[in-house]
């Protein structure tokens, strides 16, 4: 299977694996596991609890404290669960981009198989979708081992093309996942802001534990371009000729402007954020991220 | 504004390569697939006009600095008056014309070299903006000047003086440099040095550039201690000096530096030995050196019937020697026999292959062969058989010809005798002379003292004390030594010892140099003995030249002004000895004959260049007379004919005064009144005067001028050696190939400096600039 060999690279996954990923939120499941679930049921864990309103099932009003106080509290218990994570990979033109060992489109698909290896190692269950103007390709969530192998198989056969709409895909992914999990969107971002903020948030919205890897190649960031260069858009018909060291300066001002702009948007909706470049090692990227993550979930 | 270098000003056209540059990668353009065109459109649509006008200052910034580079490396130089002031610069060329400068390499002289300095000069000058004056003094021109010359004598000597460099100058420097050529002389930079000098003291308001043009051979400046007191005043004068060596490489040279008949006697039909040395100056052995001598008999009667410069005489080529090998350093000597018939000043040349110096290579000597030596033989004895053994020595055989005429008179000769009577004896022998008047003894002394030749035998009528009373005079007399007695010389105790020790003395080195002299077995019986305990004072021009076996001087030899005098202690008949018996004293005889006669047959070997001066009594001379001196070319005779009162050559001394018989003095190649150096005299070869007697007879005078031969010495001094010599006067050397650019360098204000500055400055701007246009990317970029 050449496309799990072109993806998952067995180093890099076993130095992820050391590590555990523990979601923030406690997401729907049918499968008990190490996650907390955020649906309150049968469980041997009690969590709180709660007056009785009409419509509540009676089998959970506890008789102990009516029988006190003369009141009806039902018990609330935590249900573990499976999480439920949905790969949103960023197949679009201008991934195809780069000039070191990745670019970043392949960068992207080997990150997203790392999670979906790690997710389905740890029992939870994880979908992914491919995605440029329009859906390209779905691969629904699942818990099965051998899933990962969907995954790959969906991310390989797809060449980047076509622009970005990061809007209408975040809207059309909150509106078909229902339940609540983890949505994890591996793009460069190279769309337009105010849509992707927009999508972010509804995925927030829907409650969503939203994870953003912000890939972007070394030369993107860096633009050590030297020479007369003739530049041309992935995703448009634009072009400049230029020298490149000339516009450097503005070029990364707006590139900074940019980045801080998609930063600021992420944390105005809770959304995690973790810029990547195509350098940098995966187990690093994805270690830092979640470390970030596992940070922020025991503050609650 | 101009360059040193000016071939590099092509270097300005890479000025162009930054926007050659700029449009070839305008054409060869990068190609990227580019996904974050949106920054880079916002970007460039922000600082777009900034970029434009930025990098348009870059690429003009480039473009400068590399002018700016290509002006340092040119050397760009202004002559404006801004800078420079508007002083007159005043160049003064010194050129040395002697002979060493005629050294050829690859088809040019040293000479040629440095008139192509001199053009140089003056075309740079001529690109000045402030007025240009010129100089011209060569060496041969100030030769004679004294330290104290006047500013007038030393412009008059000047080819140029203080001529200003025009737009027509150039054809006025070629023409003169047509006339100028390299001399046959040797002469030094002191006498043109002192005239700059002269002519330095005048001018305060000039800006002086002395160039002294030469080829500074180690004769002339190997010790260059008043030269350097020279350039030192130079130098206080506020003068710039350039020494500037026009030599381009060391030359072998072969020079003939003598050519001289050897001092044995001269008469016509005697043939003569003639010595010529050829000494080789150059660094390497020379091998096989090819010397042609040949020799010009003029028949005595020739100048009676040849007018003066047809007068060419008969050329026989004597010999064409070969020397094998000569060494660097050294001299080889050769000895040919030349004969000439009839009497007469004939002459001798010598001349060698081609080399690099040509004037040396020709040698001429002047031979004056007269019909015979008359000698003057005065026997004291009454049968005159003195006077008998010395006439049969001078003509040993009937027909062998020693060109000896004696003439044997009594004592009461001397009586009568005037000098210039004796003067025409080339010796006078005085042979057992009891003793003479006071007049003969004072016109004894007067003769020797004028370069004469006296010998004086012993024998029984000597009267000791008048000798040691009126002729030695306790050593202030012509005497050689103080006599006592005659004594008898006892009989030897080894048979075999010979009665006479010699010494190595012209008279009897030929006996010397035998392994078995005859003269060993002449046998002393009587002698005159000298005063016991007298030894030669060092200082008395006294020698013993042989003595006896007992150690008494036997043959003694004063040196009285230009003359000699011998003392032979014994009698020359045999009388006391046998040695006129004895084979020997012919030879003797002849050596001594040839010995005291040497003064009066020394050849007059002039130096070219040297004025010639005749001196006639008035009352017998024409003053019209005619001088021949050596021709160019096809004219190999060229006359110059002197009247009185005509021509600053020729002067009549007195004729002013109330003299009867003024003489006359005529002159060729003398400096005028006035101070102007004549070249009558400057190329060597056989110059002749022809004077004409009343009865219009010719009394003709040869002399041969050769060059000076340490000129031909092309050792050179290395330039280190001679800045350190002159240390610490600053001068600048200079090689004349290099000259050209070099000179640039030193006139006008070199700008070289402020170029660099300046492209320090614009290489700071620009880089300054270019990082402003992010062309120094730091490190990393977004976060």
């Known amino acids: ?300 | 504004m101009q360059f040193v270098y000016q071939a590099l000003t092509w270097g300005f056209l890479l000025a162009l390569v930054p926007l050659l540059i700029h449009l070839i990668n305008m054409m060869r353009h990068k190609r990227v697939q580019w996904a974050a065109m949106e920054f880079l459109l916002a970007s460039y649509k922000k600082h777009k006009q900034w970029i434009w006008l930025k990098q348009l200052l870059l690429l003009l910034a480039r473009m400068a600095a590399i002018a700016l580079l290509v002006a340092m490396v040119a050397q760009l130089k202004s002559r404006d008056q801004w800078i420079m002031g508007s002083r007159t610069t005043h160049h003064y060329v010194l050129l040395d014309d002697s002979f060493s400068m005629t050294d050829r390499a690859a088809g040019a002289s040293a000479f040629d070299t440095a008139q192509q300095v001199i053009a140089n000069i003056v075309n740079r000058a001529k690109q000045e903006d402030s007025q240009q004056k010129l100089t011209l003094l060569r060496f041969s021109q100030a030769r004679g000047a004294s330290s104290t010359a006047t500013p007038e004598l030393a412009a008059e000597r000047a080819d140029f003086n203080a001529d200003s460099i025009d737009g027509a100058f150039d054809l006025t420097l070629e023409k003169k440099q047509q006339t100028l050529s390299a001399t046959a002389l040797s002469v030094g930079p002191l006498e043109a040095l002192g005239l700059v000098k002269q002519l330095l003291s005048q001018t305060s308001d000039e800006t002086s550039i002395v160039y002294v043009l030469s080829d500074f051979r180690a004769k002339d400046w190997a010790n260059p201690a008043e030269t350097k007191s020279l350039l030192e005043e130079i130098k206080r004068s506020k003068a710039d000096v350039h020494l500037v060596s026009c030599v381009r490489s060391k030359e072998p040279n072969l020079g003939i530096v003598d050519l001289a008949a050897t001092e044995d006697t001269r008469a016509a039909g005697v043939p003569l030995f003639v010595n010529v040395k050829v000494r080789n100056f150059g660094q390497q052995a020379a091998t096989k050196v090819q010397l042609k001598i040949q020799q010009t008999f003029f028949a005595p009667g020739d100048p009676k019937t040849t007018a003066a410069e047809q007068l060419l005489g008969i050329v026989d080529e004597v010999a064409t020697l070969v020397i094998d090998k000569i060494d660097p350093g050294e001299t080889a000597t050769r000895r040919v026999q030349v004969y000439f018939p009839q009497h007469g000043q004939h002459v001798v040349e010598a001349t060698l292959a081609e080399d690099p110096v040509e004037t040396d290579n020709r040698r001429w000597c002047v031979i004056n062969f007269p019909e015979g030596e008359r000698a003057l033989v005065i026997d004291g004895s009454d049968e005159q058989q003195h006077a008998y053994y010395l006439d049969i020595a001078f003509r040993p055989l009937e027909r062998s010809n020693t060109g000896i005429r004696p003439q044997v008179e009594q004592v009461s000769f001397l009586r009568d005798a005037t000098l210039e009577s004796l003067k025409n004896y080339s010796a006078i022998y005085l042979l057992d002379v009891r003793s003479l008047e006071e007049r003969p003894i004072a016109l004894l002394e007067d003769y020797v003292q004028a370069g004469g030749g006296v010998a004086i035998f012993g024998g029984p009528n000597v009267n000791v004390g008048f000798y040691n009373r009126r002729l030695y005079n306790d050593g202030k007399g012509w005497f050689p030594a103080p006599l006592a007695a005659e004594l008898e010389l006892p009989p030897a105790v080894d048979p075999s010892q010979p009665d006479i020790e010699l010494t190595g003395h012209p008279i009897f080195s030929f006996f010397v140099n035998q392994t078995s002299p005859l003269i060993r077995g002449v046998k002393i019986d009587k002698y005159l003995h000298v005063d016991s305990g007298w030894k030669p004072a060092p200082d008395s021009g006294v020698s013993i030249l042989a003595t006896l076996r007992n150690g008494s001087p036997l043959v003694l030899e004063k040196k009285v002004g230009q003359g000699t005098v011998l003392a032979v202690l014994t009698t020359l008949a045999p009388t006391w000895n046998d040695w006129a018996k004895n084979p020997s004293i012919v030879v003797t005889a002849l050596k001594m004959q040839s010995y005291l006669a040497a003064h009066q047959r020394r050849d007059d070997p002039r130096l070219v260049g040297t004025p010639l001066e005749v001196n006639l009594p008035s009352e017998q001379f024409q003053s019209n007379l005619e001088f021949i001196r050596p021709g160019d070319g096809d004219v190999k005779r060229v006359k110059i004919e002197r009247q009185a009162g005509e021509g600053s050559g020729f002067r009549v001394q007195g004729s002013e005064k109330s003299d009867l018989n003024p003489p006359l003095t005529a002159s060729l190649g003398a400096a005028s009144a006035t101070g102007t150096i004549s070249d009558e005299t400057d190329r060597p070869g056989v110059y002749e005067a022809w004077p004409k007697t009343l009865k219009g007879d010719i009394d003709l005078r040869r002399w041969a001028l050769n060059v000076d031969p340490a000129e031909g010495d092309l050792t050179t001094v290395p330039s280190q050696d001679l800045l350190s010599k002159l240390d610490p006067v600053k001068v600048t050397f200079h090689q004349a190939d290099q000259y050209q650019q070099e000179e640039a360098v030193a006139s006008g204000y070199n700008l070289s400096q402020l170029v660099m500055i300046a492209l320090v400055c614009l290489l700071l701007g620009e880089q300054a600039l270019a990082y402003s246009a992010s062309y120094h990317p730091q490190a990393g970029g977004a976060r």
């Open chain 1, 1 to 300: 299977m050449p496309g799990s060999k072109r993806f998952l690279h067995p180093e890099a996954i076993k130095r992820i694996a050391r590590l555990e990923i523990r979601a923030r939120h406690v997401v729907e499941g049918f499968l008990s596991g190490m996650h907390k679930s955020p649906y309150f049921g049968q469980s041997v864990e009690f969590l709180q609890h709660r007056e009785y309103v009409a419509g509540d099932d009676l089998r959970h009003v506890d008789w102990n404290v009516w029988a006190k106080q003369d009141r009806f509290y039902v018990k609330q218990f935590e249900e573990e669960t499976n999480l439920r994570c949905t790969l949103l990979i960023d197949v679009s033109k201008s991934m195809a981009y780069g000039n070191g060992p990745f670019d970043k489109y392949e960068y992207a698909c080997t990150l997203a198989c790392s999670l979906a290896y790690l997710i389905l190692k740890q029992q939870d269950g994880v979908g992914c979708i491919a995605f440029d103007e329009k859906i390209r390709t779905s691969v629904p969530t699942r818990t099965k081992h051998n899933h990962i192998f969907s995954i790959v198989d969906a991310l390989a056969v797809h060449e980047p093309k076509d622009k970005t709409d990061m809007l209408s895909i975040l809207r059309g992914v909150a509106e078909s996942v229902s339940r609540r999990g983890m949505v994890i969107v591996v793009s460069d971002l190279l769309a337009d802001r105010p849509g992707l903020i927009k999508g972010l948030r509804m995925l927030k919205q829907r409650g969503h534990d939203v994870l953003v890897f912000h890939v972007l190649d070394d030369e993107e960031l860096d633009f050590p371009f030297n020479g007369p260069t003739r530049f041309e858009g992935l995703e448009s018909v634009d072009f400049l000729n230029c020298n490149p060291r000339a516009l450097r300066e503005g070029y990364l001002a707006a590139l900074q402007e940019y980045l801080d702009e998609v930063r600021h948007g992420c944390a105005k909706n809770a959304v995690d954020y973790k810029l990547v470049r195509t350098s940098d090692p995966l187990d690093a990227a994805l270690a830092s991220f979640l470390s970030v993550r596992l940070a922020m979930m025991n503050r609650y």
